[in-house]
C-alpha cells in the first residue's frame, strides 16, 4: 500500500522560505512521477511542481517558476518542495501525490494523479 506523507509546513513571512517533504513508501517508484498541489481556501487544487523519480526531469507551473525547486532523495524514498521569495499567495495546503502510469509527459491534473498525501498548510504573511 502507497503511502505519502508530507511534512515542513509552517508560518512564514513573506519573502521567507520553507521546504517541504514528501516520504515515499509502500512500492517501489522508479517509474513514477511524484507532483506537488496546492490548494487555497475556495480554490481548485493546482498543479505546482512535478519529478521523474528515476530520470529526475523537473517541470513547473509559472507562478512558481524560478522561485521553487522540485527535488528527491533515491536513498530516502522523499520528494522535497524547496520554496524560496514566498508571497501571500502561496498560501494553501500543499499535498504530495504520485502518478504511477509513467507517461513520457508531465500529467498537471489533479485527477490522473494516483496516490496523496494528507497535506500539510503552508501560510504566507505580509
Known amino acids: 500500500q502507497v503511502q505519502l506523507v508530507e511534512s515542513g509546513g509552517g508560518l512564514v513571512q513573506a519573502g521567507g522560505s520553507l521546504r517541504l517533504s514528501c516520504a515515499a513508501s509502500g512500492r517501489t517508484f522508479s517509474s513514477y512521477a511524484m507532483g506537488w498541489f496546492r490548494q487555497a481556501p475556495g480554490k481548485e487544487r493546482e498543479f505546482v511542481a512535478a519529478i521523474r523519480w528515476s530520470a529526475g526531469n523537473t517541470y513547473y507551473a509559472d507562478s512558481v517558476k524560478g522561485r521553487f525547486t522540485i527535488s528527491r532523495d533515491y536513498a530516502k524514498n522523499t520528494v522535497y518542495l524547496q520554496m524560496n521569495s514566498l508571497k501571500p499567495e502561496d498560501t494553501a495546503v500543499y499535498y504530495c501525490?504520485?502518478?504511477?502510469?509513467?507517461?513520457?509527459?508531465?500529467?498537471?491534473?489533479?485527477?490522473?494523479?494516483?496516490?496523496w498525501g494528507q497535506g500539510t498548510q503552508v501560510t504566507v504573511s505580509s
Open positions: 501525490a504520485a502518478d504511477s502510469r509513467g507517461t513520457a509527459y508531465f500529467r498537471l491534473r489533479p485527477q490522473d494523479y494516483d496516490y
